[in-house]
């Protein structure tokens, strides 16, 4: 009897095409795993592309977990413009001559919006106000108020000041930027606010996001050559790299397995969600301390 091959738990790192939602990808991977059970760590717009972390069968357990870490971006943010979305893919609001913005003034803007900052997400993004998204709200042509909410965005930087003309003629500066951020940042939002900040507009025109936690862009790889050969990084290895590691002896192994809430090493107090390992290099869970004990998140072994 032929038995279906089965799928590795684990992760692909997928560097994710412009056009393609964040569900297109997990859709097309379900595909290529054959397996339903693929889910992905923090979305992509379509326009976006670079590092999307999927996992696959029981690695979707990490990704909750994933979701919430540090990532880095490379774009272009043109001031001069303000479109509906805040990116390239809506239609232009405003015009604005741009072309007295000075470098000092870019400056001034970029390190306002550093550090630990308070941001109104799109109007278009997938945030739920009163349970409804934002994107559809702003559709049926609602007016409402998105909330601002802290996030942090560790590193924002203007690597080059373009000077270009809009379709509609107006003089615009185009700005090569890259930021990193924590979860639920908005790089679109930044190039918003720069622009309001700076009087003439502003909106993105390319995104690409080159890391998420540990997961770099070097290590992504199409969803073409997916097809060709399915690459997973396995479940114990991605775990590894993405949270600290505590090693725990067989019996602590077997008590943990089974529910038992185990006494925490001082030093992973406020680490967030902790890898356990058993003997033989075993990846058997995800937990946290509280009060001084191991809450499981998930378990694996």
Known sequence: MNRKPTTPDGLVIVDKPSGFTSHDVVAKMRGIARTRRVGHAGTLDPMATGVLVLGVERATKLLGHLALTEKEYLGTIRLGQNTLTDDAEGEITSSTDASAVTREGIDAGVAGLTGDIMQVPSRVSAIKINGVRSYKRAREGEEFDIPARPVTVSSFSVYDVREAVAEDGTPVLDLVVSVVCSSGTYIRALARDLGAGLGVGGHLTALRRTR????????????????????????AEAATAAFPRWDVDDRRARLLTNGVRLEMPDEYAGSGAVAVFGPERRFLALVEEQRGKAKSLAVFG
């Open 212 to 235: 998420v936690g540990p997961y770099k862009l070097d290590s992504a790889k199409t969803l073409d050559q997916l097809q060709q050969e399915l690459t997973v990084m396995p479940i």
